[in-house]
């Protein structure tokens, strides 16, 4: 009888432990870094456009860049949104595309 306790008490313990280890596998494959990174949206305040010749050339400007999925640039509302991926480029770069074009973003 107390042979049969034992051995429940050990495989209890070893479902215990395939349980734990389970989950942290579960977990590790979520966070590996091979994982695409998710794409990062962003909507700056830019100064200076006045026609559609300015969204387009802040547009070209930015799309030069690596790693841009959109960019709308909006001179009735001096917005530009971009969507970016955060492994390939990042805002000082996005900002510095658009000041090269001549417009000011604004912080
Ligand atoms: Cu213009």
């Known amino acids: 009888m107390l042979k049969l306790k034992r051995y429940i008490k050990t495989s209890l313990l070893l479902v215990v432990i395939s349980l734990f280890t389970l989950a942290c596998d579960q977990k590790n494959a979520t966070t590996t870094p091979k994982q695409p990174v998710a794409d990062v949206e ?3 305040s830019v100064e200076g456009m006045t026609c559609d010749h300015c969204e387009m050339s ?6 030069e860049l690596e790693g ?3 960019v709308e640039a909006n001179h009735e ?3 530009t ?3 970016y991926n955060p492994s390939k480029t990042n805002p000082e770069k996005i900002t510095a595309a658009i000041e090269k074009r001549g417009y000011h973003v604004v912080k």
Do not use: F, M, P
């Open 42 to 44: 962003l909507v700056y």
């Open 58 to 63: 802040i547009q070209k400007g930015v799309n």
């Open 68 to 70: 841009i999925a959109e």
């Open 77 to 79: 509302d001096s917005t």
């Open 81 to 83: 949104r971009i969507v």
